[in-house]
């Protein structure tokens, strides 16, 4: 049963009608095709993502934590496929964290979802090995299909940050002097 009809169960009580359980026995267990870690400091947004990949039958939230210290624990318990961390968490940052993921659980995949979207941040991420950079206002369908990609070993990245941050020399209206130009 899926995960989706398992709380409909739960919400209606005492009154659902329980399946079967010996109806499926000669069917194998199917475990969904993308595991993920969240890990987001603001309850709400972290309760709401976990919300929003719970109706996805292809992905699983095995773990959902509020520090930067509980990263590499999680995931080293839960082992996940990919790991959404945000970047402004308290204790190791997301992107510190990135790095110790590619030290511990080289598995894992990491995608940024931040609000820290800076060319210079995601330069930093991607020396630390990310797999994907979002920024936290890109559209609920971009996040789902990035973790699916990150997930399939594809990397996604915002390209309004990575194109400045790629650009060799400095920051575009700036001189080498350091004076902004016309």
Do not use: N
């Not at 209606?12 to 969240?38: E, F, H, N, Q, Y």
């Not at 509020?66 to 790991?83: N, Q, Y």
């Not at 511990?104 to 930093?124: A, D, K, N, S």
């Amino acid at each position: 049963m899926s995960a989706a009809g398992r709380r409909r169960l739960d919400l209606m009580g005492d009154k659902a009608t329980k399946p079967d359980p010996c109806a499926c026995s000669a069917l194998p267990a199917k475990r969904p095709a993308v595991r993920l870690l969240i890990a987001e400091d603001v309850r709400l947004v972290r309760e709401t993502l976990v919300a929003l990949f719970s109706l996805e039958e292809d992905i699983e939230v095995v773990g959902a934590v509020a520090s930067g210290d509980d990263i590499v624990p999680a995931a080293i318990e839960h082992r996940p496929d990919v790991a959404l961390l945000d970047i402004g968490l308290p204790g190791v940052d997301g992107v510190s964290a990135a790095a110790d993921l590619a030290d511990h659980l080289p598995e894992c995949r990491v995608l940024i979802l931040t609000g820290l979207g800076t060319p210079t941040m995601f330069r930093r991420a991607v020396a630390a090995g990310v797999s994907g950079f979002l920024v936290k206002d890109a559209p609920a369908q971009t996040l789902i299909d990035a973790v699916r990609a990150v997930a399939r070993g594809q990397r996604i990245m915002d390209l309004p940050l990575a194109d400045p941050a790629v650009r060799p020399g400095p920051p575009p209206g700036q001189s080498t002097t350091g004076t902004s130009s016309p």
